[in-house]
Nanobody
């Protein structure tokens, strides 16, 4: 199983980025995005289940949108209205469960990809 995240970069405050995560090897019940800023703990950003249930962290609600392409086994994170506090390494992850209480937790994810850096300048 491999999860390959891409799409990060440098963007000005107020701008947008779209992250992609290509999953190979098998399909999972849920996929999620987490992020980790320098000196901070990794935090939940968004998750999507097999039946398109979506969950978002409080800090990104209304600005970020998670989606998936079933045919391509790819998960996306559309990030709008970015601000410097969104600067972090973003990680995609996959879980065998679709329990919303579990997939919002780092320990609830079974596989992780390498991160992609997102930097938002003020």
């Amino acid at each position: 199983v491999q999860l390959q995240a891409s799409g990060g970069g440098l963007v000005q405050a107020g701008g947008s980025l779209r992250l992609s995560c290509v999953v190979s090897g098998r399909s999972f019940s849920s996929y999620g995005w987490f992020r980790q800023a320098p000196g901070k703990e990794r935090e939940f950003v968004a998750a999507i289940t097999w039946n398109d249930g979506k969950l978002y962290g409080d800090s990104v609600m209304g600005r970020f949108t998670i989606s998936r392409d079933y045919a391509k086994n790819t998960v996306f994170l559309q990030m709008n209205s970015l601000n410097p506090e969104d600067t972090a390494v973003y990680y995609c992850a996959a879980a065998r469960t679709d329990d919303g209480r579990i997939i919002m937790r780092i320990t609830g994810m079974d596989y992780w990809g390498k991160g992609t850096q997102v930097t938002v300048s003020s």
